[in-house]
């Protein structure tokens, strides 16, 4: 099971800390992602962290204000997303991967187990 936390409404160019928390499954084991899905839009790769920590990828709209991380000791995943902007409202969905290899990082094909998402809304 998966647990997203951490959602709500902030001004541009604010920040907001999402927290995935998992249980039932070996966590250490699982590959970390997040996803977003806006209104209307298909859903879209955010982050992701490979269970080994040697593969971490960013969607090209993120990178570089968001960062993913994870605590192994908490079954937690973390997305830190800073500089929001409108266009980063979205219901924001973790994932969890038993095989994920880093060719297939940012495919939503690639995870197993999803979370049930939480929503943040950025205003202008």
């Known amino acids: 099971q998966l647990q997203a936390s951490g959602g709500g409404l902030v001004q541009a160019g604010d920040s907001l800390r999402l927290s995935c928390t998992t249980s039932?499954?070996?966590?250490?084991?699982?590959?970390m992602a997040w996803f977003r899905q806006a209104p209307g839009k298909e859903r879209e790769f955010v982050a992701a962290i490979r269970y080994n920590r040697d593969g971490i990828a960013y969607g090209d709209s993120v990178k570089g204000r968001f960062a993913i991380s994870r605590d192994n000791a908490k079954n937690t995943v973390n997305l830190q997303m800073n500089s929001l902007k409108p266009e980063d409202t979205a219901v924001y969905y973790c994932a969890a991967g038993r095989s994920v290899i880093l060719s297939s990082i940012r495919r939503d094909s690639a995870y197993d187990y999803w979370g049930q998402g939480t929503l943040v809304t950025v205003s202008s």
């Open positions: 039932g499954l070996t966590f250490r084991s699982y590959s």
